[in-house]
Every structure is written in C-alpha cells, then in structure tokens.
C-alpha cells in the first residue's frame, strides 16, 4: 500500500504540474472525448429489482447514443472503451484515454442501493467522501473479477476503505474542470424533469489514472422499480444521452473560447444566427412590403367606390329625363311568369332571366327580373323580356313591398 501511495503521489506531482500550465489539448489536434460504458461482459453491474435490467446493457445503449450525437453535431473525436458487451477490464479504461491523449472522460453507469427507494441522477467526480464510498466500492470491486487484479492494481483492495486514502491527493488535478462538466449534467438532467441527487466526490478507480478531466454518471437506481423501468425504455436511454450531451456542448464551448479555436458547432451557430438574421430582415421587409400594398389596394378601392358612386349618380340624374322622377325605395321589376308550383331560381325555362325574384301571392308563385330605379329603365328590360315572354310587365316594390295596381300606379306612368 505504501508503494502504491507513493506511486500516487508521483503521479500526482506529473499530472498536476501539467494542469497547473493548461488543462485543454493544444491546438492543432480535435478535441478528443473518451466515451466509457461501465461494466460489459461477464460483468453485469447492478440487477434491476423487478424486470432483472442488467446494468451493462442500459450504460452501453446511453454510451453509443452520447457518441453518436457528438459525432453528428460536433467536430469532435469519439473514443470507446467498448462499443459490445464485453469485459473490459478496470485499469484497461484509463489507458484506452490516455493512448488516445483524451482531453475528456465520461464513464456511464447506472447505481443500486440496498434502500430501495432510493432514486435520481448523481454525477461523480475524483475524490474521497465517506458519503460516496458506498458507491465507489461497488463500482469498483469489478477489479475482482480480473486475474492478478492485486498485482495490477498494486495492492489496491475494493473493500478496504484504507484504500482510498490516496484520493484524497488525486481529487485536485483536473478538478476545476471535471466539476464544471459534472454540474453541467446535472443541471441538464433537472431540465429534463429528473431527481437532481447534486455533484459528488468519490474515489473511482476508473477516475484515477486518466490524464484528463473526468466524470462517472449514475443514471438512476436499477434498485428502485419505477426508474428501472424508466432506464429500460429505448426513449429514456436516448434522453439521458441528450441530457449529458447538451452539457459536453457547454463544456467544449469554454474549451474551444480559452484555446482561441472555432469549432464546427461553433461555425454552424454562427451560420444559423445569420440565417436567421437574414430571416427575420426579410421578413421585416416583406411585412412592410405587403402592409404598403394594401394601403395602396385600400386607397385605389376606395377612389373606385368613389368614382364609381359618381357615375351611378350621373347616369341615374341621366335617366330621370324629363317627367320622370326616382324616388327613394322604389324598385321597378318585370314579372315575366307565374305558376301554382314552386320553380328554381336559376330554372333553365326562365332564360336570360336568371337568377329570378320570387313573390308568393295567395298560392301562386310570381317570378320577375331586374331590379330598376326609374320607370324608363323597366320599360327598357320590359321590351328585352317579352322577346322570350311576351306577356311580361313591369311591377312596383316600395321598401321591399310589392305594392297593388292601385298604389303601383302613380310610379307607372
């Protein structure tokens, strides 16, 4: 344990100089996430307590979503430390990052507790706490399923809680930035209407020999029924990715504005923000386009009206001529045909007569035609009508009112 100690500490002195300089990779490289999905193969991780949803299955679904959206909508490269269910071992993980000279890495898991209504979202970050060792030993005892795994982890016991005092020296290096992802998740997850269970420190071996910032997601509880079901649904797998990844893009965001660099992401928001800036000045110019044409049209319908007013008013003076007079709400028709049965309007016997007025007089149906102000104008349609029906006359409304012969008379002469 003392030469494991004093390994640490070497580490420690190496990594944490170089942190001290400059966090991000140089440029010139892409900016390189490490993608880890717990557990795989003979390892299943935690068991759901109800439907029995192994573990590996939900982190490794959540890990191949998380790369695909940063593939798809970033220009950064993506690492996997598997993309099958196999087993790959613990001390395995970190050397996959750091011979990829990863400047980010995010392990998937999902938790289990022996409460069993236990439940939401908690992000981890390299560290010891007596709160989290709970966690931190059961993720980490996978390493006692490997061969040798006391030479190769130099002593290093799951279950010894002694074993952990090296965290305690390794939770400095890198931790600005990997508690910067780590609440960056978190505050995704609660946007996305999961149990925020906050930002946490444990010491993860999978943590520890990375030379990059880095985060374990639990994702949920497989102990507690209703989110083992909600992590078994494909739906639920492919938000909790989006989450996580909306919270890389904020991360690489920072990264890319402190090394000066503009990223793809970063080209395609300042392409959109143009686009729609050009958007929305075109459709400024298009309202007001549209608003002038119909001021125009309103101004040119108006002196239509007008204009058209005049005339109806000076043909009409026109046809007064002498000895005849228009009074208002006399209406001149022609009667052209009556009948006991009821007939269309737009009946093909009443010719150019269409459409025609109907009256209803004491059983009898009486259709006429026109709808004249002055006496010469119904004796002009009177003679057009009798071509087709030659016992047509012309017949006096008042108001609306067909008036009597009687009344009708004074109008007809």
């Not at 390299?126 to 002593?155: F, H, P, Q, W």
């Not at 420190?201 to 880095?214: M, N, T």
């Not at 119904?378 to 409304?397: E, G, T, Y």
Request: net charge positive.
């Amino acid at each position: 344990m003392r030469t494991l100690l004093l390994s640490v500490l070497c580490v420690f002195s190496v990594v944490f100089g170089f942190c001290s300089a400059e966090v991000f990779a140089a440029d010139g490289k892409p900016f390189t996430v490490v993608i880890d999905a717990g557990h795989g193969g003979k390892d299943a991780g935690a068991i759901g307590s109800k439907l029995k949803v192994m573990e590996k299955k939900i982190n490794l679904s959540v890990a191949l979503e998380l790369g695909k959206l940063i593939k798809e909508n970033t220009d950064a490269r993506v690492v996997y430390t598997r993309k099958t269910d196999v087993f790959v071992p613990l001390d395995e993980r970190p050397k996959i990052a750091n011979k990829a000279k990863a400047d980010l890495f995010i392990s998937i898991h999902a938790n289990a507790a022996v409460n069993r209504t236990a439940y939401g979202t908690e992000t981890y970050v390299l560290g010891s706490s007596s709160s989290s060792m709970e966690v931190a030993m059961r993720e980490n005892a996978v390493i006692l399923l490997e061969d040798d795994y006391e030479k190769t982890y130099e002593g290093f016991d799951p279950n010894s809680s002694e074993s952990y005092i090296m965290f305690d020296y390794m939770q400095f290096a890198y931790s600005k930035q990997s508690l910067s992802l780590a609440s960056a998740v978190q505050n995704q997850f609660k946007k996305n209407k999961r149990t925020d269970r906050g930002v946490k420190q444990a010491g993860f071996l999978v943590l520890k020999q990375i030379s990059s910032p880095g985060i374990l997601v639990e994702l949920g509880y497989l102990s507690n029924a209703d989110e083992e079901r909600y992590l078994s649904k494909t739906k639920s797998q492919k938000e909790l990715a989006e989450s996580i990844f909306d919270a890389f893009v904020k991360y690489k965001a920072d990264y890319d504005k402190k090394n000066g660099r503009v990223s793809k992401e970063a080209k395609a928001e300042e392409a959109k923000r143009k686009a729609e800036e050009a958007k929305a000045k075109q459709e400024k110019a298009d309202a007001e386009a549209k608003k002038k044409a119909e001021e125009a049209a309103r101004k040119d319908t108006v002196a239509k009206t007008v204009d058209e007013k005049v005339k109806k008013e000076e043909k009409e003076k026109k046809a007064e001529g002498p000895g005849v007079k228009v009074e208002d709400g006399i209406v001149y028709r022609v009667q052209f045909c009556s009948s006991s049965k009821r007939k269309d309007l737009n009946s093909r016997e009443f010719k150019m007569c269409v459409p025609a007025f109907e009256v209803a007089e004491n059983g009898i149906y009486k259709y006429m035609y026109g709808e004249e102000k002055t006496f010469d104008g119904a004796a002009a349609l009177r003679k057009k009508i009798q071509v087709s029906f030659k016992d047509a006359f012309i017949v006096v409304f008042k108001n609306g009112v067909k008036l009597p012969i009687p009344e009708a008379l004074p109008y007809l002469k």
